[in-house]
């Protein structure tokens, strides 16, 4: 089994920055592929990010280069860089594996971006 902790949300105006991090735990053998996901008040999850366990990323349309995510595999760690943050970024941050096999869900970790 692997747990899945997300930290670094916050409140910050439009066009400031965060850093997000994910922190695994467990069977680490498990992890390969992770990615970022993200859930808005009324909305669907949705997908922001994915980054292989050989570091090769991709973006979705709305956050691409603006997020960067990254891993540090001997912390068993992912890793979201958000600049230019939007208003439309609000959401609470998730990370999960990026197979077809995820990992419960954590609790994530709340991004508000005030206009």
């Known amino acids: 089994q692997v747990q899945l902790v997300e930290s670094g949300g916050g409140l910050v105006q439009a066009g400031g920055s965060l850093r997000l991090s994910c922190a695994a735990s467990?069977?680490?053998?498990?992890?390969?592929?992770m990615g970022w996901y993200r859930q808005a008040p009324g909305k669907q999850r949705e997908w922001v990010a994915t980054i292989s366990s050989a570091g090769r990323t991709n973006y979705a349309g709305s956050v691409k280069g603006r997020f960067t995510i990254s891993r540090d595999n001997a912390k068993n760690t992912v890793y979201l860089q958000m600049n230019s943050l939007k208003p439309e970024d609000t959401a609470v941050y998730y990370c999960?594996?990026?197979?077809?096999?995820?990992?419960?869900w954590g609790q994530g970790t709340q991004v508000t971006v005030s206009s």
């Open positions: 999960n594996s990026a197979t077809q096999n995820p990992f419960a």
């Open positions: 467990g069977s680490s053998s498990s992890i390969n592929a």
